[in-house]
């Protein structure tokens, strides 16, 4: 696997992930999707400040439109846009991480690493993105995991609606860096990484991208909810690790933001927004009002 090779596959890794990334049919049209109203509320603190929960999707099909009048005037108001990673396409600042917490010599062949009922999942995903076994010989099985659900996704991430709104010059806060994202995965014990890989695998075996954005586009959040089910978050050491601790983490972050009257437009994965260990609950259980918008 060429450098070149990995770092395409890399570009769409955490949005294969946790509702990240949604695409089109099969045959790549978009033209007859919904007209959108993606979910997003608005947060008031006991003392009047304001802010807004926005659940993104990190990659789409060309042509697809996510705009709507609601979502708009939301961040039009806003002053700080709020991501998780605010210098997406910097190489020089990912690869670098990766490449020192990715690999570690001696470890079993990719195959290896699952129940032998669970190796043709592997094998079959391996196919589809085109790698070779040998490739991951010496990756951990987390990152194997997020190459190869990098490597099939079937959205764009130049097309993310987080990069679209970082573009739009508003100042930007960071809740996380490359070096907080990828230690979430490398501190999975070995068989939760085991798990992560075999999830990866069974949920690109079933997936339908389309059916994930629909329901993203209609702001349909027990439609995602139930694809959460059926997805690897299904795992509850894997939810527990990639959403439900870092919105702890994160909600420390935004409280001052919002009691500072900074006005924050929170736009983080929808994943992050599902059940009671999302962002709108959490808000709410601290005494802040939120109101579903749209």
Known sequence: MTIRHLLLMMGALLGALALGGCGARDDGASADLPSPAPAIWQVTSPEGQQAWLFGTVHSLPDGAQWHSRVVDDAFAGAGTLVVEIANLDDVSASFPVFQRLAYSPGLPPLYGRVEPGERALIEDLVERTGADPDDFAEMESWAAALVLAGGISSGDPENGVDRALIASGKPVVALEGFEQQYALFDQLPPAEQSDL?????????????????????????????????????????????????????????????????????????????????????????????VERLQ
Do not use: C
């Not at 995602?224 to 939810?239: I, K, Q, V, W």
């Not at 994160?250 to 009691?259: A, G, K, N, R, T």
């Open 197 to 289: 890989l075999v999830a990866t695998a069974r949920e690109a075996a079933t997936n339908d991208p389309a059916k994930a954005l629909e329901s993203w586009l209609t702001g349909d959040m027990a439609g995602l909810e139930e694809l959460a089910r059926t997805s690897l978050l299904a795992d509850p050491e894997l939810r527990q690790a990639l959403l439900t601790a870092r919105n702890q983490a994160w909600i420390d972050q935004l409280l001052p933001l919002v009691d500072q009257g900074r006005k924050p437009f929170v736009a983080v994965g929808t994943a992050h927004m599902l059940g009671d260990g999302g962002l709108p609950a959490m808000f709410a259980a601290r005494g802040y009002r």
